[in-house]
């Protein structure tokens, strides 16, 4: 998957939607919070697939869209 600011753009929308915090995304995936907050904050060098797909799994977000995208701008 590609880890971009406009999925995680989409992530934040879609936590603020559900008035979920770090720790609600992280239960939801079975990740720790503070490493969706690392994700969001950017300070990680790169996701694994497989939390970047169970982050768009638990929040229902099409993660086509973004590979697309960013194919598509580089």
Do not use: N
Not at 16 to 30: K, N, P, V
Not at 41 to 56: L, M, N, W, Y
Request: a positive charge; one cysteine or more; charged letters at 30%.
């Amino acid at each position: 998957m590609i880890s971009s600011p406009e999925l995680r753009g989409e992530i934040r929308k879609q936590m603020d939607i559900r008035r979920w915090d770090s720790e609600d995304l992280g239960r939801a995936t079975g990740y720790a919070g503070s490493t969706v907050r690392k994700y969001m904050c950017g300070t990680t060098k790169a996701a694994s697939d497989a939390f970047e797909r169970a982050v768009c799994r638990a929040l229902q977000i099409d993660p086509l869209m973004y590979i697309l995208s960013h194919k598509e701008a580089v």
